[in-house]
């Protein structure tokens, strides 16, 4: 079956545009004309390859289509594809199933070109880098660790696991964050209003009387002309900011300094670790309790644990194992690791069962990191309402000093 985009006219003589599935041309443009459609145009929907059959570069009116696909879109399809797989689907028909059943077309057009780029005799870890901003490096990695080890429905469904809980989480920090950031935007605004507007009205009635201001006064004045003459100077910082922080993301020494360096927060750093050995344990755990081998299981492990540290630590460790080490002892050298998670590891080398224990250990860790989500985002609104407040606060004392002074010496 192949997937072909048309172009056609309806009874009405409207123009539209889709995407069918059918073996050929011919009985493609059979199938429209069974539903009153006019054929106009008709194109096969096929993967861009070089004469070497590598896979080549995305055109542009593609990565259009494609930025429309959602993270919640890539999840279901992955828990369908890895339902389909373990049902005994091979790899073409399982894509073949999801072109019928998915109704985002850009999705469709993904599908229908990673299963064209498969059948030309790519792998389908090379199929998905075709598209790099649908599918991250981590998702990409653990299919090419799974169809190294053979072990693909495995990893599919691991990865669906994963998304589905990266997206509730996800859903509950936005919940959390809704009402903060709004308070937080509204009172930004306010402060800007005031200080462009409000305060150097205010100041010019001051200075006309040749009065020797309050320094918090003489602050305020200051900070009040350098945001209604200079504004464009913060929002340049604020963009180049942003840009180095990408470009610096882009480089492995960047992205790794980067990493070490969120370690090193005090509490967000450590609840980042607490996720990642919560990730860790739970696909480590499902691995080796499917039969995958240890090194293999710890090569596709690291791959969604998301960070430099962390990954350049576990391969190091996966080196130690090869070379007869335990696994908790390699991890507990490095303290990485929160200490209860590498004795669980240890706990569970020794007593014959890795895999329970390691379940234990992401559960307990999952929900450390969920309990700790929710308090810092419960703390978020009362800090941005003390903010709020000591800055308001200020800026009605430096208009007030003024005037009690201006009161005593008319007295």
């Known amino acids: 079956m192949t997937t072909f985009e048309y172009s056609a006219l309806n009874r009405k003589g409207k123009k539209e545009q889709g995407l069918i599935t059918a073996d050929s041309k011919t009985a493609a443009g059979s199938l429209l004309r069974k539903k009153s459609v006019y054929l106009v145009s008709i194109n096969e929907i096929n993967a861009e390859t070089t004469p070497s059959g590598a896979i080549g570069k995305l055109s542009d009116t593609g990565g259009i289509l494609f930025s429309r696909i959602s993270k919640s879109e890539i999840s279901m399809m992955t828990r369908q594809l890895a339902t389909l797989v373990s049902a005994g689907f091979n790899l073409i028909a399982a894509l073949d199933t999801l072109i019928l059943q998915t109704r985002s077309k850009s999705l469709i057009r993904v599908i229908s070109k990673m299963k064209n780029a498969i059948e030309e005799g790519n792998s389908f870890s090379l199929a998905l880098a075709l598209y790099p901003s649908i599918f991250t490096p981590i998702y990409i990695n653990m299919v090419k660790a799974g169809e190294s080890s053979g072990t693909l429905d495995i990893v599919l469904e691991r990865l669906a696991d994963l998304m589905e809980a990266q997206e509730e989480t996800r859903s509950k920090i936005q919940a959390s964050l809704a009402y903060p950031v709004l308070m937080a935007l509204v009172g930004i605004m306010v402060l800007l209003f005031l200080l462009t507007y409000i305060v150097p009205g205010l100041v010019g009635i001051f200075s006309d009387m040749n009065q020797t201001l309050p320094s918090p006064t003489q602050f305020l004045i200051t900070v009040s002309g350098f945001l209604k003459s200079f504004w464009w100077v913060l929002v340049l910082i604020a963009l180049m900011i942003i840009t180095g922080f990408y470009l610096l ?144 606060g200020f800026i009605v004392l430096s208009v007030c000093l003024p005037i009690f002074e201006m009161n005593q010496l008319v007295r």
């Open 249 to 392: 993301k882009k480089t492995e020494k960047g992205a790794f300094f980067i990493d070490r360096t969120i370690f090193m927060l005090p509490k967000i750093g450590t609840l980042l670790k607490k996720s990642a050995a919560a990730r860790f344990s739970r696909i480590l755990g499902s691995l080796l309790e499917h039969g995958v081998p240890v090194l293999t299981a710890l090569d596709i492990a690291k791959s969604i644990i998301g960070n430099r540290v962390l990954s350049g630590i576990i391969t190091q460790a996966e080196i130690e194992v090869q070379q007869g080490e335990e696994l908790g002892r390699a991890l507990e050298q490095h303290r990485a690791f929160p200490p209860l998670a590498t004795q669980m590891i240890k706990v569970g080398e020794k007593s014959g069962t890795l895999e329970k224990m390691l379940e234990r250990t992401a559960i307990f860790y999952e929900k450390e990191v969920d309990t700790s989500l929710t308090a810092m985002t419960a703390m978020l609104e009362p800090v941005i309402i003390l903010v709020m407040g000591v800055v308001v």
